[in-house]
């Protein structure tokens, strides 16, 4: 059975204003695996970062039960704080403070002796490639650079579990994919990562797993593609040697259309959820009839498109 980094039943919490009450988490299920990259995604109000602060001990929760790392939120609490680490949407740089010395405060912080500090923060220089500028002020830093160090610094206590929390706004394409390449390195050590993103490419490059957070409550759950085959518009393209292949093709599905891109007139677009049972399906079709398409591709909606259908609202309205 699989280890679960957090696992959470019923989590709520609600605030109130001067207009009443608040609902901001309506009684969340989360259950992420150790080990993998788990991305909440959703638009701005739905209550992502809600839930970080409270899984990170931040703030507490109305209801629920929490389990963090294997350790009970609510009776536990530092032994979470004690097994985690944070980097939140703002850096937590000091920019006075050169790179080495953000990291030797941190080392100070988690309480380590000054020559496994100095050993630490040695070896994060140089695994987030920041030695050459590790002695000047973290205020002449670029972005990426900035959230390298941000991110090293979360790792000086070696936590197995890390909240990013939007790490990468704001950052250049290339920053954002060293950014990337970084997560991926800690999943294959062991470390889990919880993940919340404005960037729908992000969660789709990166995640392991997806929930999609609306109005306090979890819309939809699962792998990238299986959350792609919630929404429909998906399609097998099918390429054929010749007319003649073609026709039989499409007397033996009994449905699918030409695709209008094609000059040639020899792919045929058929609609398909791209599942493993579908293709099967469809491929036993074509091998009865006797043909056999030169080419094949699965074409299913994107993120953005997943997004849109089950919250309503643009991937650019949610930033």
Same mark, same amino acid.
């Given at each position: 059975? %699989? =280890? !679960? ?13 001067? #207009? ?9 299920? &989360? =259950? ?5 990259? +788990?991305? !909440?995604?959703?638009? #701005?109000?739905?209550?992502?970062? /809600? /839930? ?23 009776? #536990?609490?530092?032994?979470? $704080? ?15 403070? %050169?790179?080495?010395? #953000? ?11 000054? $020559? ?34 941000? &991110? ?15 790490? %990468? ?12 390449? /970084?997560? $991926?390195?800690?999943?294959? =050590?062991?470390?889990?990562? +919880? ?21 306090? $409550? !979890? ?18 393209? @099918? ?13 033996? &599905? ?12 020899? /792919? ?13 399906? !469809? @491929? ?18 994107? @993120?953005?498109?997943? +997004? @849109?259908?089950?919250?309503?609202? %643009? ?5």
């Amino acid at each position: 059975m %699989t =280890n !679960l980094a957090i696992a959470a039943t019923g989590l709520r919490k609600s605030y109130r204003d001067k #207009n009443g009450e608040k609902v901001v988490l309506d009684g969340i299920d &989360l =259950n992420v695996p150790e080990g993998t990259v +788990f991305s !909440l995604l959703g638009p #701005n109000g739905a209550g992502k970062t /809600t /839930t970080v602060q409270i899984l990170s001990t931040l703030i507490p929760a109305d209801a629920g039960t929490v389990r963090v790392a294997g350790h009970d939120l609510a009776r #536990n609490p530092d032994d979470v $704080r004690g097994a985690i680490g944070v980097t939140g949407q703002y850096s937590a740089v000091d920019k006075l403070l %050169t790179g080495e010395e #953000n990291l030797l405060l941190m080392a100070d912080l988690e309480h380590l002796s000054r $020559r496994d500090g100095r050993r630490r923060a040695a070896e994060l220089l140089e695994r987030f490639d920041l030695v050459e500028a590790g002695r000047k002020p973290a205020g002449t830093y670029s972005g990426g650079m900035q959230r390298r160090l941000d &991110l090293a610094m979360t790792l000086v206590g070696e936590p197995r579990l890390i909240f990013l929390d939007e790490p %990468t706004t704001g950052l250049d394409p290339r920053s954002r994919r060293a950014m990337w390449q /970084t997560v $991926r390195e800690l999943v294959r =050590n062991g470390v889990t990562i +919880f993940l919340t993103t404005q960037y729908l490419e992000e969660a789709d490059e990166l995640a392991d797993r997806i929930a999609v957070l609306d109005h306090g $409550r !979890l819309i939809a759950e699962g792998t990238s593609e299986e959350l792609k085959r919630l929404i429909p518009g998906g399609h097998v393209s @099918l390429r054929f040697p010749d007319d003649d292949a073609l026709k039989d093709a499409l007397g033996a &599905l009994g449905r699918g259309f030409v695709d209008p891109a094609d000059d040639d007139g020899l /792919t045929l677009q058929v609609p398909s959820d791209g599942g493993v049972a579908s293709l099967r399906d !469809l @491929l036993a079709r074509l091998d009865a009839a006797g043909v056999e398409p030169a080419a094949l591709s699965v074409h299913t909606p994107d @993120l953005d498109d997943v +997004f @849109l259908t089950l919250t309503g609202q %643009t991937q650019e309205a949610s930033r």
